[in-house]
């Protein structure tokens, strides 16, 4: 719509759970993201605008520093805009770039042809975006199984911190408390062995 249409929902969200929301889509003015700060919201998603208003963007980050998150959705390499209607002719990698100058505080990155397909993500198009970046880059589009986000962990060292999981959770395909046993905070393979001290004598 090319503004905020739920703001109800979103401010119902933040009042039932306790962990950080994140909110994307339709945000193209100072006003619709201050007022998403305001209801709770953690960090603000910011697309089009990052192609068709980059100065504002710069302007965002400086009043709401480490609440500025700019999701790049990718078609063949170039930024799709309102909706993935469009495809401008600017580069992710160029785009990731400039935002990073910025002070955002994270790129989302969306290959638009994986998104709701179960297919993977483009780990290549996210190497090359991350390693183009110094700062966090957090993978969208094409996650079907706990398999693919163990997969990403080969990409950590350039910076992909994170994935988003949407269609695998409502299918079953993937669980989110599996998930996060397998790649989150104190997952399987950081943890050290206990051999105990029979296996040491």
């Given at each position: 719509m090319g503004h905020p249409v739920n703001q109800t929902a979103i401010e119902a969200i933040v009042r039932a759970v306790d962990v950080p929301v994140q909110v994307g889509g339709g945000l193209r003015d100072r006003a619709s993201?201050?007022?998403?700060?305001?209801?709770?919201?953690?960090?603000?998603?910011?697309?089009?605008?990052?192609?068709?208003?980059?100065?504002l963007v710069a302007e965002l980050c400086q009043a709401f520093p480490d609440q500025?998150?700019?999701?790049?959705?990718?078609?063949?390499?170039?930024?799709?805009?309102?909706?993935?209607?469009?495809?401008?002719?600017?580069e992710a990698v160029a785009l990731a770039q400039q935002m990073t100058q910025f002070g955002v505080a994270a790129i989302i990155?969306?290959?638009?042809?994986?998104?709701?397909?179960?297919?993977?993500p483009?780990?290549?198009?996210?190497?090359?975006?991350?390693?183009?970046?110094?700062?966090?880059?957090?993978?969208?589009?094409?996650?079907?199984?706990?398999?693919?986000?163990l997969s990403l962990l080969s990409l950590e060292p350039v910076g992909v911190t994170g994935?988003?999981?949407?269609?695998?959770?409502?299918?079953?395909?993937?669980?989110?408390k599996e998930a996060?046993?397998?790649v989150g905070n104190g997952r399987w393979q950081d943890v050290p062995p206990?051999?105990?001290?029979?296996?040491?004598?």
């Open positions: 993201v201050a007022h998403l700060l305001d209801l709770g919201v953690q960090r603000v998603i910011l697309g089009t605008i990052a192609v068709e208003q980059p100065t500025i998150v700019v999701g790049i959705d990718a078609r063949n390499g170039k930024v799709a805009t309102r909706g993935w209607l469009e495809t401008s002719e600017v990155y969306t290959d638009i042809h994986r998104d709701g397909t179960l297919q993977g483009n780990r290549s198009a996210l190497r090359e975006l991350a390693e183009a970046v110094t700062i966090p880059v957090i993978a969208s589009g094409g996650m079907s199984s706990i398999t693919d986000l994935a988003i999981v949407g269609r695998a959770l409502y299918t079953g395909n993937i669980s989110l996060i046993r397998a206990d051999f105990g001290s029979s296996a040491l004598a």
